[in-house]
């Protein structure tokens, strides 16, 4: 195999071998800011996920050590993510009891099928499948999560028990048991809250005050999750919080996580493979995402087929570390790529801090209440929720708001799943709609040109024995039928036409029943003393049209211009008639 080729699929053999000493100096730095604000997330996500918190560190290390190998952002930092750990609670959650050894064997279990199926996609080269999830379709998805995430730690920041997968559930549940709130936990997440809503906007312009730069008053003011941690830590201690009913995180085990194989012979496989399907598509959406986003800004690019390939062994390797499904995160890798990443080395890096923290740092978060946690996730997946992306799709196209708003309403309403089962149907019904009801417009000349435009937007030059129709869309069976029915509907307004013209410039494929239904028009209008021409046709579309006898059939003549199409048959017609066109309602 040549150099180049193993490369492809070691992108780490690129970066490696140049790596330096300012190199790796900008990287550690960025580990260390990183690894700061990675620990509390991880510890967060766990909880959401429902498993124990020491679940989240073992997910923000090995993973890390295999997307630098085989992933291909510079910046992108993988570890558990919001949205992917609210999926995995949703995916077991009525498979197992949250926190039993059936439920994290679940969560093993549902990284590695993640897994296999990315790297599955990736040896076959499916990258491309990621596009039939619009970007507006994800925005409403994500934003319902973010709802969703943060309604569902309220139970935490309250202090009460209260469960369910969508958010009529969760409300109902929480109606219901606030009565039980216990004040002291309230008392501490609260606190917490107000803080962390401060620290997003009020932190870095009073660092800003002291003397501080911009860079490094936006670096610490991540760290506003761990001074929280910190403060209620020795709160619970000091004063004994645990015996007024305040959830601790209690003993976390010490230490590095055993390598082991999941378990293949969970009752439930079958049911986690789907959502596997699920979780690894929306995980790597959102990484392709992040991961383009920050490799534009530094002219750099990604792979989306080799990306496959790096989330895949990411999350392989959660499952034989103790982890669970990631991803990459959007502001993991924003504070990475502002702190100054220049390579994967920095996740590597990011890896032995968080492994460091495993070894020598967990016993000090036994004291650690899980409103504190409940109050960090919230905070930051509100930021993911936007509801601005209803007002735009609505002023841009009334599809695309539908499409966005049906993906919203039903994962609020039904749950993470089924609102991914709705964004991917959503995706290709819109795609779908668009394509089978192509835009069509009656074209003329404009005067002193050779240009050919609408007749409704400018001022051209027509003539009443020739129908110039543009086509505005590949040709396929979705709207085959609805270009035959435009066609006859413009002709039964125009009995004076002669010729018609398919102007192809838009067309990049015709396929069989496509051609079927030219097929079917050309042999009507021949019937009706009409004939059917075509001009400007792609070199792909004309080689597929060699191959069968439709140009032998075709009653009129494919011709190299528009213009010149045009141009020939009043030649031989020799009756030009110029003038403005009637109005064609297209």
């Known amino acids: 195999m040549k150099i180049a080729a193993i490369k492809q699929y070691f992108p780490i053999l690129s970066w490696a071998a140049n790596y330096q000493r300012d190199t790796f100096i900008s990287d550690l730095l960025a580990a260390v800011i990183v690894t700061i604000m990675l620990i509390p997330q991880s510890l967060a996500y766990a909880l959401l996920a429902g498993l124990p918190p020491e679940m989240g560190l073992y997910a923000s290390m090995l993973p890390l050590v295999a997307y630098a190998i085989f992933g291909t952002s510079r910046t992108l930092s993988v570890g558990p993510v919001a949205v992917v750990s609210l999926m995995t609670a949703s995916a077991i959650g009525h498979i197992a009891a949250p926190g039993s050894v059936s439920y994290i064997e679940a969560a093993l279990l549902l990284a590695l099928l993640s897994g296999m199926f990315l790297l599955g996609m990736g040896i076959l080269r499916m990258g491309f499948l990621a596009n039939f999830l619009s970007h507006p379709v994800i925005a409403g998805f994500i934003t319902a999560s973010g709802i969703i ?18 958010l009529y559930h969760l409300l109902q549940s929480l109606i219901s048991e606030i009565k039980n709130t216990n004040l002291h936990t309230l008392a501490v997440g609260l606190p917490v809250l107000a803080f962390l809503f401060w620290v997003r906007s009020g932190l870095k312009p009073l660092l800003m005050r002291a003397g501080l730069s911009d860079k490094a008053a936006g670096m610490l003011s991540k760290t506003g999750p761990v001074m ?28 590095l996580p055993s390598l082991q194989i999941p378990s293949l012979d969970h009752s439930a496989w079958r049911e986690l493979l789907v959502s596997a399907i699920f979780i690894s598509v929306i995980g790597f959406v959102e990484s392709v995402s992040v991961g383009h986003t920050l490799a534009a800004k530094r002219r750099q690019k990604i792979t989306p087929n080799q990306e496959l390939i790096g989330l895949g062994a990411a999350n392989v390797a959660a499952a034989f570390s103790g982890g669970y499904p990631v991803t990459g995160g959007f502001a993991r890798s924003v504070v990475n790529f502002d702190a100054g990443a220049v390579t994967p080395a920095a996740g590597i890096f990011t890896a032995v801090g968080i492994g460091l923290a495993a070894l020598f740092f967990t016993p000090y978060l036994a004291y650690l209440p899980k409103a504190t946690l409940a109050a960090t996730i919230i905070v930051a997946v509100l930021s993911l929720v936007d509801f601005s992306i209803l007002k735009k799709s609505w002023g841009y196209a009334r599809s695309d708001f539908i499409a966005v708003a049906t993906t919203l309403l039903v994962t609020l309403l039904a749950g993470v799943e089924s609102g991914v089962a709705c964004g991917v149907f959503a995706s290709l019904a819109l795609h779908l709609y668009k394509t089978s009801t192509p835009h069509m417009a009656v074209v003329g000349e404009v005067p002193g040109t050779e240009h050919y435009r609408n007749v409704n937007r400018h001022k051209v030059i027509t003539h009443s024995e020739i129908l110039s129709l543009r086509v505005d869309e590949s040709l396929y069976f979705a709207n085959a039928g609805f270009i035959e029915d435009k066609i006859y509907e413009l002709l039964e307004k125009s009995p004076a036409v002669r010729h018609v013209i398919l102007m192809c ?19 009507r209008l021949n019937d009706s003393g009409i004939k059917l021409h075509l001009s400007e046709v792609k070199g792909p579309v004309t080689d597929v049209l060699l191959k069968t006898d439709f140009i032998k059939h075709l009653s009129g003549e494919i011709f190299l211009s528009h213009h010149l199409g045009v141009q020939k048959i009043l030649a031989l017609t020799a009756t030009p008639e110029e003038g403005s066109s009637a109005n064609w309602n297209i």
Do not use: C, R
């Open 149 to 166: 995430i943060a309604i569902s730690q309220l139970k935490h920041i309250l202090g009460i028990s209260a469960s369910g997968e969508n």
């Open 505 to 523: 410039t838009a067309v990049n494929e015709i396929d069989l029943s496509a051609l079927d239904a030219l097929e079917s028009i050309n042999h």
């Open 228 to 255: 929280g941690i910190i403060a209620t830590s020795l709160a619970a201690y000091s004063f004994d919080l645990g015996q007024y009913g305040v959830k601790l995180v209690g003993d976390i085990p010490s230490g």
